[in-house]
C-alpha cells in the first residue's frame, strides 16, 4: 500500500484529476501543511461525515506539468501566451563547473480556462548566466484581478501622447548607433554606440552601448534591453479586426507599463537602474504600444530601455566561476546588500517576487570587492545590483496576492499551492533560498546528496510542499548565525520572518551599521 493512501483515502472534496503532478501536490493534506487552517479542514470532514449527498463525476482538468517545457534562461524575457516552440540556446557545455540542476525561467500565470489567455509579464535587465537550458515551470492559477491595471499610477502620465519631434526609433538609426533619451530630458537625444550583445532570449536581446560623446561619465556604458514582439503580434493590422489580438496586445502593454513606472520610481543603490527609453512616449502614454501603431500602423514600435551596466554579471555565474566556494565575509556583505534592497521596496510597497542568485547582478568582481577591503571604498560603494522588475506589484496595506509567479526553485510553498499570499513573505522565502544557496552550494529543494532514485524521481515542488530541506556543508557548525535566518524563512508562513526581522538579525545588522550608502 502506497505510504499516504491512509492519509487520503477518504477526501473531504470531490477531487480534480491532475495529470503530470504527484498525488500528494493539491490535495487537502498538502494544503493544510502550508496554510494554517486545520481547524476549519476538521470542521468539513465531521459536517460531510453527517450528510449523505451524492457526487458527480468530477470534471478532468489537464493540467501542465513542470517536466514538460523546456526554455532558454534568458536574462530578461516578457512571458508569451503558450507558445508552442521555445528555442533553446547553443551554450557551451563544457564551461559547467559543478553537477547540479538550476531553473532560471520564471514560473507563468496558466489560467486554468482556456478561453481566458495568460497574463503577460515584462522582464527587466539581467545579466547572462552561463548555464545550460533548463525548464520553463508552468503551475495552474488563480486569478489575480489586478495582474494587469495594477500599479500603475495615473498620475505619473500625460494626457495627451506624446511624439518627440526627432524620431527615436532603431528603424532610423544604423544599427551599430542607438538613439534614446534619458528619463524627463525628452529635449535632448543621445547617441550611443554599440559595443557587444550581452544576451539573447526569446523575447528581447541586451546589448552593450557606449555613449559617442563621452560628455558624462556616468553614461558612458549602459546595457540596453530591446523588447522582442510574440509572433502573434506580427500582423499589426490585425489590431482593427482580431478581438484576441486586442487582449494579446493590452496585456503586454499593461505589463510594460507596469514595470516601466515602477523601475521609474525607483532609487536606491542596490537597485537596477532605468536610465532612459529609445521614445518618451512608454513612459507618459497609458497605451504606448497603441498610441505609437496609430501613427506607424505598419509596424510595432521599437522599445529600447537604456538600464545601467553591471559589467561583472550575475550572481550565480559568479558563483558558479568558483565552484561554489565563497568566503564567509564575502556571503554576508553580498546578501545584505540584497536584504538593503529588498526592504527598500517593501518599505514603498512593492513586491518582487522573483528573487533569485541570477537577478542579483554584481559590478564588481569578487577579486575586486576582496581587494577593497582594506579601503574606504568597502564601506561606501555598494557592489550589488538588484535586476527583473518584470513581476514586481505595488500592493495596497495587507493586501493579498493571488497570482502565481517566480521561479521553481524559489517559490513559496502558498504560492505553489495556489492560495491567496503575502507577497512580502514570499519574498523572504526566496530570500532564505538564496542564503541557503550560497552557504550550501545548492538549492534546498534540489534531490539530496546520495539521493535514491526514488527520491530523485520527486518533483521540486513536492520537496517545497513538505519543506523538505536539511543542512549538509554546515550541519555542524554551530557558530554560524546566519543559518537563523534560512532556518526562519524556509518555514511555514504563520512563522516566517518579514524583511526587517531579517535586517535586524545580527548576520545583517552588523553589516548593515558599517555601510555609509545604505
Given at each position: 500500500m502506497?505510504e499516504?493512501?491512509?492519509?487520503?483515502?477518504?477526501?473531504?472534496?470531490?477531487r480534480?484529476?491532475?495529470e503530470?503532478?504527484?498525488?500528494?501536490?493539491?490535495d487537502?493534506?498538502?494544503?493544510?501543511?502550508?496554510?494554517?487552517n486545520?481547524?476549519?479542514?476538521?470542521?468539513?470532514?465531521?459536517?460531510e461525515?453527517?450528510t449523505?449527498d451524492?457526487?458527480?463525476t468530477?470534471?478532468?482538468v489537464?493540467?501542465?506539468?513542470?517536466?514538460?517545457?523546456?526554455?532558454?534562461?534568458?536574462?530578461?524575457t516578457?512571458?508569451p501566451?503558450?507558445?508552442?516552440?521555445?528555442?533553446?540556446?547553443?551554450?557551451?557545455?563544457s564551461?559547467?563547473?559543478?553537477?547540479?540542476?538550476?531553473?532560471?525561467?520564471?514560473l507563468?500565470d496558466?489560467?486554468?480556462?482556456?478561453?481566458?489567455?495568460?497574463?503577460?509579464?515584462?522582464?527587466?535587465?539581467i545579466?547572462?548566466?552561463?548555464?545550460?537550458p533548463?525548464?520553463?515551470?508552468?503551475?495552474?492559477?488563480?486569478?489575480?484581478?489586478?495582474?494587469?491595471?495594477d500599479?500603475?499610477?495615473?498620475?505619473?502620465?500625460?494626457?495627451?501622447?506624446?511624439?518627440?519631434?526627432?524620431?527615436?526609433?532603431?528603424?532610423?538609426c544604423?544599427d551599430?548607433?542607438?538613439?534614446?533619451?534619458?528619463?524627463?530630458?525628452?529635449d535632448?537625444?543621445l547617441?550611443?554606440?554599440?559595443?557587444?550583445?550581452i544576451?539573447?532570449?526569446?523575447?528581447?536581446?541586451?546589448?552593450?552601448?557606449?555613449?559617442?560623446?563621452?560628455?558624462?561619465?556616468?553614461?558612458?556604458?549602459?546595457a540596453?534591453?530591446?523588447?522582442?514582439?510574440?509572433e502573434?503580434?506580427?500582423?499589426?493590422?490585425?489590431i482593427?479586426?482580431s478581438l484576441?489580438?486586442?487582449?494579446?496586445?493590452?496585456?503586454l502593454?499593461?505589463?510594460?507599463?507596469?514595470e516601466?513606472?515602477?523601475?521609474?520610481?525607483?532609487?536606491h543603490?542596490?537597485?537596477?537602474?532605468?536610465?532612459?527609453?529609445?521614445?518618451?512616449?512608454?513612459?507618459?502614454s497609458?497605451?504606448?504600444?497603441?498610441?505609437?501603431?496609430?501613427?506607424?500602423?505598419?509596424?510595432?514600435?521599437?522599445?529600447d530601455?537604456?538600464?545601467?551596466?553591471?559589467?561583472?554579471?550575475?550572481?550565480l555565474?559568479?558563483?558558479?566561476?568558483?565552484?561554489?566556494?565563497?568566503?564567509?565575509?564575502?556571503?554576508?556583505?553580498?546578501?545584505?546588500?540584497?536584504?538593503?534592497?529588498?526592504?527598500?521596496?517593501?518599505e514603498n510597497?512593492?513586491?518582487?517576487?522573483?528573487?533569485?542568485?541570477?537577478?542579483?547582478?554584481l559590478k564588481?568582481s569578487?577579486?575586486d570587492?576582496?581587494?577593497?577591503?582594506?579601503?574606504?571604498?568597502?564601506?561606501?560603494?555598494?557592489?550589488i545590483e538588484?535586476?527583473?522588475?518584470?513581476?514586481?506589484?505595488?500592493?495596497?496595506?495587507?493586501?493579498?496576492c493571488?497570482?502565481?509567479?517566480g521561479?521553481?526553485?524559489?517559490?513559496?510553498?502558498e504560492?505553489?499551492?495556489?492560495v491567496p499570499?503575502?507577497?512580502?513573505?514570499?519574498?523572504?522565502?526566496?530570500?532564505?533560498?538564496?542564503?541557503y544557496?550560497?552557504?550550501?552550494?545548492?538549492?534546498p529543494?534540489?534531490?539530496?546528496?546520495?539521493?535514491?532514485?526514488?527520491?530523485?524521481?520527486?518533483a521540486?515542488?513536492?520537496?517545497?510542499a513538505?519543506?523538505?530541506?536539511?543542512?549538509?556543508?554546515?550541519?555542524?557548525?554551530?557558530?554560524n548565525?546566519?543559518?537563523?535566518?534560512?532556518?526562519n524563512?524556509?518555514t511555514?508562513?504563520?512563522?516566517?520572518?518579514?524583511?526587517?526581522?531579517?535586517?535586524?538579525?545580527p548576520?545583517?545588522k552588523?553589516i548593515?551599521?558599517?555601510?555609509?550608502?545604505?
Amino acid at each position: 500500500m502506497d505510504e499516504y493512501s491512509s492519509i487520503y483515502s477518504q477526501p473531504k472534496t470531490p477531487r480534480l484529476k491532475q495529470e503530470g503532478f504527484p498525488d500528494s501536490i493539491g490535495d487537502q493534506h498538502e494544503k493544510a501543511l502550508i496554510d494554517e487552517n486545520g481547524k476549519e479542514d476538521k470542521k468539513m470532514a465531521s459536517t460531510e461525515g453527517t450528510t449523505g449527498d451524492s457526487r458527480s463525476t468530477p470534471l478532468t482538468v489537464s493540467i501542465p506539468t513542470f517536466e514538460n517545457v523546456q526554455a532558454l534562461p534568458t536574462p530578461m524575457t516578457y512571458t508569451p501566451l503558450s507558445p508552442g516552440n521555445l528555442s533553446m540556446s547553443p551554450i557551451d557545455q563544457s564551461s559547467l563547473n559543478i553537477p547540479k540542476r538550476r531553473s532560471h525561467a520564471r514560473l507563468l500565470d496558466d489560467m486554468l480556462s482556456v478561453t481566458q489567455p495568460n497574463q503577460r509579464v515584462v522582464s527587466e535587465l539581467i545579466a547572462p548566466a552561463n548555464l545550460s537550458p533548463q525548464r520553463v515551470v508552468s503551475l495552474p492559477t488563480v486569478t489575480e484581478e489586478a495582474l494587469v491595471n495594477d500599479s500603475v499610477d495615473s498620475d505619473n502620465y500625460t494626457k495627451e501622447p506624446y511624439f518627440p519631434e526627432s524620431s527615436s526609433s532603431t528603424e532610423k538609426c544604423d544599427d551599430d548607433i542607438f538613439q534614446g533619451f534619458l528619463l524627463d530630458h525628452w529635449d535632448r537625444p543621445l547617441l550611443w554606440k554599440k559595443v557587444r550583445p550581452i544576451g539573447s532570449g526569446n523575447f528581447s536581446t541586451v546589448l552593450l552601448y557606449e555613449l559617442m560623446d563621452q560628455s558624462n561619465p556616468k553614461l558612458k556604458q549602459v546595457a540596453v534591453k530591446r523588447l522582442k514582439y510574440p509572433e502573434e503580434l506580427s500582423n499589426v493590422e490585425q489590431i482593427n479586426t482580431s478581438l484576441r489580438y486586442k487582449e494579446t496586445l493590452s496585456r503586454l502593454e499593461n505589463s510594460l507599463t507596469r514595470e516601466l513606472q515602477v523601475l521609474k520610481s525607483l532609487n536606491h543603490p542596490c537597485i537596477v537602474k532605468l536610465l532612459g527609453i529609445n521614445n518618451p512616449i512608454f513612459v507618459t502614454s497609458k497605451k504606448p504600444l497603441r498610441d505609437l501603431i496609430i501613427k506607424t500602423p505598419r509596424a510595432l514600435p521599437p522599445c529600447d530601455m537604456i538600464m545601467s551596466y553591471c559589467p561583472a554579471g550575475d550572481l550565480l555565474a559568479a558563483v558558479m566561476a568558483r565552484n561554489g566556494r565563497l568566503e564567509a565575509w564575502l556571503i554576508q556583505r553580498i546578501f545584505t546588500e540584497v536584504v538593503l534592497a529588498v526592504k527598500y521596496l517593501h518599505e514603498n510597497s512593492i513586491i518582487h517576487r522573483d528573487l533569485k542568485l541570477e537577478n542579483i547582478l554584481l559590478k564588481y568582481s569578487f577579486d575586486d570587492i576582496n581587494s577593497f577591503r582594506d579601503s574606504s571604498i568597502y564601506c561606501k560603494q555598494n557592489f550589488i545590483e538588484l535586476a527583473d522588475f518584470g513581476l514586481c506589484k505595488k500592493i495596497e496595506n495587507n493586501e493579498m496576492c493571488t497570482a502565481r509567479c517566480g521561479s521553481e526553485d524559489y517559490v513559496s510553498p502558498e504560492i505553489l499551492m495556489g492560495v491567496p499570499y503575502d507577497g512580502h513573505l514570499s519574498d523572504t522565502w526566496a530570500l532564505g533560498v538564496i542564503l541557503y544557496s550560497l552557504f550550501e552550494d545548492r538549492l534546498p529543494f534540489d534531490p539530496p546528496p546520495n539521493a535514491s532514485a526514488r527520491q530523485r524521481s520527486r518533483a521540486t515542488s513536492h520537496r517545497i510542499a513538505r519543506f523538505d530541506w536539511r543542512w549538509y556543508r554546515l550541519s555542524d557548525d554551530k557558530t554560524n548565525v546566519g543559518k537563523q535566518i534560512v532556518e526562519n524563512t524556509l518555514t511555514r508562513k504563520n512563522q516566517r520572518w518579514s524583511i526587517n526581522e531579517i535586517y535586524e538579525s545580527p548576520f545583517v545588522k552588523t553589516i548593515a551599521d558599517t555601510l555609509s550608502f545604505s
